[in-house]
């Protein structure tokens, strides 16, 4: 099964490779990770998408938790939260396909951002599954190179995430 | 007054009440080495980095306070590593402090440079590159507190040159300030309820106790839960002098090499509680077969020892003191449930003793040969109650645990987890540069006591008198009996051909040299070295395929046991 986390952290060198390395000595998945400084520039943001059971999941928040450096953990198994991830898809874009390319990102309320005689570089931001399904129908047409950002989270409503 | 960053470490080892270190010289700690010379902390020079380690390790096993082990960078730096390993393994409070290549030079492959804080990451509970000396102070504030709080655990600190040269004005923190660091130490008073209700519903309890109860100083406590319910208790390697042998709710060790009562204990019980063990894969053998009928109760510091290899039916996250003495208080509250409970588990106490007469521990006693366990057994007869026993990993390792009876918490060291070979050695130096007038014995064999044989010249030059005893039967022996028993008697590599002269070996480093060959002369020889002054070897020419029994073999479950080969 699916998990996202995040996991606030000392904004501190080598904590990214702990974290990675808990990940890596430990057995356990990771799917995607993104990281940024937070709101408290003293602390970095991590979202982390992994599988695994329940006890594996419990596993990994305790051991995270047992990082000296980590702060916090948010588990947004079963919470109700926003996701959203940005993709970057450079893709063939001729005579005879310019303007499909462009009806795809139109109605994925995507941007075209660099153009060339043969190529559209397009910026699509959305759930995972949206940029899926646009990969899915840009395929077609020849996609030359594609970047993820890897999902980023917060909860819904009114309530935040404090470092205390 | 501004000070130098090796004055700043050396003034923080002070103000951390820091008597004795053990290290070794090099290029990029010479600062600090220079700095030694005008501070009151004394230092024990080595002969191998490793063992500079497992002798702070040894040290803080028998004093319970933070061990400290100084080296250099590179080479030096690496060869600490199985020792880090061994006391992360066994949470064994430690700071390390390895010099560095200075900063600027940092990730140029430059001469004696490797990266330790990315090769010790996973094992140590927590590492710093110091790169400013400003943050000296406060780093070894942090690495002392870290080290000795919680479950507590080895800490490195990489000091690189320059920065042991730079000057600035020296504060030692007060506080400690670590907001992703904080540990729980109280018990949750309602799962403490939940554990009176699953006690007291018991019929066949069984208290299985940990390393964690030596760490955090709670034998007495455990001692008076066990006879306030009258549970059998049964320990760990780790917890094996924290509850005494021979006392009659003592079931000795569990597990691969564990007793045949502990065993069927645990298998046939219907509530265990779990006291500051891991539920190590040597302890459980086969999860789907281990304690089929009990629940379990949890109690460790540490939530990722909860529900990490078996379930739990009730974790409780808190220091042992806290929790045992809450739950001492709370079962206090309940004495007419209490009687009426140990009169109900009066059957299970009998079954208990019954197993016990069927399958004691015992061996086949020889007129003609040394027994292994007979030297085990005579030692202790004429050693004291403190005296601290080290062992280095092996059979003479499992016979120490199955016939020595500890009485006292702190007089075994040992490397349960990692299992180290070349242990012993080098922690009974610390253990003896701790407690000058105690008796401090290694018992070792022949492979392992290879491994950091060394160590006799430190003890030697620091004139610390600790006793070897070399069980040889100049094999690899618990290779060897596995070899025996699961690989057809095909002895790859196991037969240590070459017979080494160990009395002329000790001789040679200005210590005494014993040797018995026969078992009328064991008594002797043990009786002589523990009157000679000075560090001596006893070697013992014991049976040579001699196995420790009973055994659970790898992956089977605790009920089977093979009793005898």
Redesign the interface.
């Known amino acids: 099964m699916k998990h996202t986390i995040s996991v606030l952290v000392e904004n501190e060198f080598g904590v990214l490779s702990r974290v990675a390395g808990l990940f890596s000595g430990r057995g356990f998945n990771i799917e995607s990770l993104s990281v940024a400084p937070a709101l408290d520039p003293t602390i970095s943001r991590m979202t982390i998408v992994t599988t695994g059971d329940d006890q594996v999941l419990e596993q990994i928040t305790k051991q995270l938790n047992k990082l000296i450096d980590t702060i916090k953990i948010i588990d947004f198994t079963g919470q109700d939260f926003i996701e959203r991830e940005m993709g970057m898809i450079k893709v063939t874009a001729e005579e005879g396909t310019r303007a499909e390319v462009l009806r795809i990102v139109d109605i994925f309320r995507a941007k075209v951002v660099d153009v060339t005689p043969r190529s559209y570089t397009i910026e699509v931001t959305g759930s995972p599954s949206k940029i899926d399904a646009v990969v899915e129908l840009l395929r077609p047409m020849g996609i030359k190179e594609l970047v993820r950002s890897g999902p980023v989270v917060l909860g819904r409503g009114p309530k935040v995430w404090r470092n205390s | 007054m501004k000070k130098t960053g090796s004055q700043i470490l050396l003034e923080c080892l002070r103000l951390e009440g820091v008597e004795t270190i053990f290290g070794y010289p090099g290029g990029t700690v010479i600062n600090i080495y220079d700095d030694l010379m005008d501070f009151p902390i004394k230092h024990i020079l080595t002969r191998h980095e490793q063992a500079a380690v497992h002798a702070a390790d040894g040290y803080a096993r028998a004093t319970g306070k933070v061990g400290v082990a100084i080296a250099t960078s590179g080479p030096g730096a690496t060869n600490t590593i199985t020792g880090i390993a061994t006391a992360y393994m066994d949470s064994i409070p430690m700071v390390i402090i390895t010099g560095q290549v200075p900063t600027p030079l940092i990730g140029n492959d430059a001469f004696q440079e490797a990266d330790l ?2 090769i010790t ?2 094992i140590t ?2 590492n710093y ?1 110091v ?1 400013n000396v400003k943050d000296l102070a406060r780093i070894i504030k942090q690495a002392f507190y ?1 080290a000795r709080t919680g479950r507590p655990g080895p800490v490195l600190v990489d000091l690189p040159k320059d920065v042991q040269i730079a000057t600035t004005e020296f504060e030692y923190p007060e506080t400690v300030e ?4 904080k540990p729980t130490y109280s018990g949750n008073a309602r799962q403490i309820d939940n554990a009176v209700k699953m006690i007291m519903a018991a019929r066949k309890p069984v208290l299985y106790v940990g390393g964690g109860v030596t760490l955090s100083n709670t034998s007495k406590e455990l001692m008076q839960l066990a006879e306030l319910i009258q549970a059998p208790v049964t320990t760990t390697l780790m917890a094996m002098a924290s509850f005494p042998k021979k006392h009659p709710l003592s079931l000795g060790m569990l597990g691969m090499h564990g007793t045949y009562y502990a065993n069927m204990a645990v298998t046939n019980s219907d509530l265990l509680v779990a006291i500051g063990a891991r539920f190590d894969d040597r302890v459980t053998g086969k999860i789907a077969t281990f304690a089929p009928h009990a629940k379990i109760i949890h109690i460790d510091i ?3 020892s909860i ?2 290899n078996v379930r739990v039916d009730l974790p409780i996250v808190g220091d042992l003191k806290d929790v045992l003495k809450k739950l001492l208080g709370k079962l206090g509250e309940h004495k007419e449930d209490i009687s009426a409970l140990v009169d109900t588990t009066e059957g299970w106490r009998q079954e208990i003793d019954a197993w016990k007469k069927q399958h004691p521990m015992s061996y086949k006693h020889s007129k003609t040969v040394i027994k292994p366990q007979y030297v085990i057994e005579k030692l202790r007869e004429l050693t004291r109650d403190d005296a601290i026993i080290t062992t280095e990993v092996g059979q003479h390792q499992m016979w120490t645990a199955q016939f020595f009876d500890f009485t006292q918490p702190r007089t075994f060291l040992s490397s349960g987890g990692l299992g180290t070979m070349g242990y012993g050695l080098p922690s009974a130096l610390g253990a003896q540069a701790a407690f000058c007038d105690r008796q401090v014995i290694d018992i070792s064999g022949d492979g392992s006591f290879q491994m950091n044989s060394q160590e006799l010249a430190t003890l030697v030059q620091y004139r610390l008198p600790v006793k070897i005893v070399i069980l040889n039967n100049n094999f690899l022996g618990m290779v060897r009996q596995w070899q025996h028993l699961f690989f057809h008697n095909r002895y790859s590599q196991t037969c240590m051909e070459l017979p080494i002269d160990f009395v002329k070996l000790a001789e040679a480093y200005g210590a005494t040299g014993l040797q018995a060959t026969k078992p009328e002369e064991v008594e002797e020889v043990i009786r002589k070295a523990l009157d000679t002054p000075g560090p001596v070897i006893m070697e013992f020419k014991i049976s040579r395929e001699e196995n420790v029994m009973p055994m659970v073999p790898a992956g089977a479950g605790l009920n089977e046991m093979v009793l005898a080969s």
């Open positions: 804080i990315g990451r996973p509970k927590h590159l790169k870290i670590l907001r992703g660091y540490d939530p990722t529900k990490k």
